[in-house]
T-cell receptor
């Protein structure tokens, strides 16, 4: 079965508030994690990633936190906007080929997703 | 530059018919992946290509499913004798696999398959 799961299937927040979406993973061999955003009728869109040698990474209005001790991943969205409404997936990377020179091909294991609903 | 494209965007077919789904990856991306997404579910890995070869077919749900990639670019996913449970969105992704390249998979918009 899937080794990545989400704690909250639906998250409703007020516009301007911060959002936190959580994710658990179980495969200790995973060393790379990605958050994707999927709007209705579209394919998943890359948001931010993090490697296992880091515990925090920041992007524009988004921060990903990784706690390897408890195998937990979270996505924080600051000042949530209506355009942030979507399903958010975490995914863990299982390397299919040996990493060389920093590049690798990977098989992503996705969680079931969290629906973020932003209330105006 | 252009992203991953897929065609058709929607496909409605009758049970028992064969269907072909097409994926055009980002130019220069050597790795290509197919996933399936059922309604309200996460993505299920189907198959992965490195160039024209498919070292991992472990996700294909049955022998009715096959995929090929020619010229290290376009890929087709074929489903023979479709069943209603094959109804889903089929997503394609590509990534670069070069020295110093990124692992990030970039997804196409998907093909929504409906089997009546």
């Amino acid at each position: 079965g899937k080794s990545v799961g989400l704690h909250l299937p639906t998250l409703s927040v007020q516009e301007g508030d911060n959002s936190i979406i959580n994710c658990a993973y179980s495969n200790s061999a995973s060393d790379y994690f990605i958050w994707y955003k999927q709007e209705s009728g579209k394919g998943p869109q890359f948001i931010i990633d993090i490697r296992s040698n880091m515990d925090k990474r920041q992007g524009q209005r988004v921060t990903v936190l990784l706690n390897k001790t408890v195998k937990h991943l979270s996505l924080q969205i600051a000042a949530t906007q209506p355009g942030d409404s979507a399903v958010y997936f975490c995914a863990e990377d299982l390397p299919l080929t040996p990493r060389r020179y920093g590049g690798a091909t990977n098989k992503l294991i996705f969680g079931t997703g969290t629906l973020l609903a932003v209330q105006p | 530059g252009a992203g991953v494209s897929q065609s058709p965007s929607n496909k409605v077919t009758e049970k028992g018919k064969d269907v072909e789904l097409r994926c055009d990856p980002i130019s220069g991306h050597t790795a290509l992946y197919w996933y399936r997404q059922s309604l309200g579910q996460g993505l299920e890995f189907l198959i992965y290509f490195q160039g024209n070869s498919a070292p991992d077919k472990s996700g294909l749900p049955s022998d009715r499913f096959s995929a090929e990639r020619t010229g290290g670019s376009v890929s087709t996913l074929t489903i023979q004798r479709t069943q209603q449970e094959d109804s889903a969105v089929y997503l394609c992704a590509s990534s670069s696999d070069i020295a110093g390249g990124t692992d990030t998979q970039y997804f196409g918009p998907g093909t929504r398959l409906t089997v009546l």
